[in-house]
């Protein structure tokens, strides 16, 4: 409910390009209200990483919600939709996202790897999608609490910044499956830590209010699952563009 | 003995005015039926989660919800009726009752499952996207089936929303201890019952749920509410009435209502989350429903308190036509509450199976509450007629019916 008064300020709503990502992509038109794709915490490490060393390193951690089942489901993924939008966004950088993605893994689990990734990759920024697992199993709020904090610690002490991407909103589930308990944890973690938080559940339950998708639908066809992937990664990517303060300029230069 | 007999029967159908001077009120209170009735159908309203209605109920302007107003009102009521009964008829009759009310809960919950189990069943085999291929493997638990309704029997899984009925069982299970001292050391009780629910969050006391984890309304901490409305009935109302009198309690539970109003503001105005200073989210959050948090408590405290003094026992607004409704339903609480829970599956089954527009989520929430009340009506007017046939009133007054409104 909380995030259904989203569809009250859509009017703040900026058109996130449409361009096409790849030739085989349908072009996905999805209109983002202003408030997912801004933060109040900045993202410095990644301002810095550009200004300094002309290269953003991003890892992506997450479980089965940060892929699309089926043939080349990672390329349709909004991992790959973020950093291709990233790389137009952003000419003359170096822009690599590396993804760590595994299904049915907990935040406790996430967070216990997270030294490996960060060793191995030295991202300057970590884009870490958590909670449905946790919701899935009944892990204990507190737990998955602490598990969050310990992994954003490390994160953190990691030199890297962190953006969170919480749930996905799923209609059909609701009823059996309540995440809003985890999302709130996930909405204070990222306060008390100094994270982003890139409210997924938000946006794609403002895109149901607003007919962008009918995420009520039951199919078996992947479209709609891959223009969604789609929309969620150039957010990402707008919300990276603003919150680490990289200039309108750059940003017209790369339309 | 005898006529003392008589007497506690024909009072088991609450309502009986008058008995023989005991130290606390043995009128029913029309405002808890009014209350527990407006708790319920805000209950429903929320159980509903696609409902721009959801937009008038009092979770949304405070910190506390409809759940802490029914189980303050269910703990006040059970000490109402079975109180009574424990003075006039012992120990092992009252608590035979008390937990037979506790069976008739389980029953009703395990009805609810059915429906529950019958609808995921439905979902399972017609939904099917790529886009939730992770949030599809809730569903898993029906490839085990006995394991789930194993653990269904033993309360242990509960679908959502379906968590206030086992934490309404348990707590009447331990009623009778409770009760007994109550009505001797009623002051003992309550910080017995204070005593618990510290103990529940310092060594994070909960029951198990299954899968994993812990049951969604912690009925250590919740307990306190429920012993603090059964605390209430059995004359701690009058005891703390001076102090609700008192223009010192209504500035505070006014000034605190007002806070709660402006942090809950901040939820939904993401903009005005900057004006809450850090060290008071740090402090304040997360405000915990599972465990009944402090806040949560003073918020029904304060909004009790702002009751109590606004609409009196003999407000003449209790005999409103208007309100009838509301006191009808409170007063068939059990079966009112599970239609509800019913009525919230089936309402959120038609907006996701077809349409989810505002016109009919606001239909739906009308028509939803319609049904309750024709249903109370329905209830009241089966007791009516049964209480008047001859041969019945017997019957009626063994089988229980105060309790079928504890």
Known sequence: MKRGMRSFIAFLAVFVTAAAVGAEEPAAVCDVPDSFVSSDTDLARVTAAIKEQKRLDISVIGTASSMLPGPNGAHFA???????ALKRLLPGIEVKV???VTPRTTTAEMAAGLKTILDQDKPALVVWQAGTADALQGIEPDDFHASLDSGLDAIQDAGADVILVNMQFSPRTESLLDVSAYADIMHWAAQQHGAVLFDRLGLMHAWADQGTFDLYAATKDYAMARKVHACIGRALASLIINAAHLDGEKLQTAH | MAANLRLASTEAVARAPAAPAPAFSTERDLRLDLFRGVALWLIFLDHIPQNVVNWFTIRNYGFSDAT??????SGYTAAFVYGRAMRERGFVVSSARILRRAWQIYVAHIFLFTIFMAEIAYVAATFDNPLYAEEMNILDFLK?????????LLLKFKPVNMD?????IVLLLFFPPMLLLLLRQPALALIGSAALYVLAWKFDLNLPAYPNGVWFFNPFAWQLLFVFGA??????????????RSPVVLALAVLYLIFAFAITLTWYVEPLGRYVPNWLSEWMYPIDKTNLDVLRFAHFLALAALTVRFVPRDWPGLKWPVLQPAIRCGQHSLEIFCLGVFLAFAGQFIISEYSGGPLVQIAISVIGILIMIATA????WY???????????AKAANADLAGGEA
């Open chain 1, 78 to 84: 909004y991992p790959a939709h973020m950093e291709d």
């Open chain 1, 98 to 100: 590396n993804t760590h």
């Open chain 2, 68 to 73: 802490e107003i029914f189980i303050f009102i």
């Open chain 2, 144 to 152: 085990q089936p006995d394991i789930t309704i194993f653990q269904a």
């Open chain 2, 164 to 168: 206030v009925l086992p934490l309404y």
């Open chain 2, 231 to 244: 605390w209430c009935a059995l004359g701690g109302a009058q005891r703390l009435s001076g102090l609700m």
């Open chain 2, 377 to 380: 009506s329905l209830l009241s």
């Open chain 2, 383 to 393: 007791k009516a007629v049964e209480g008047r046939s001859p041969s019945s009133r």
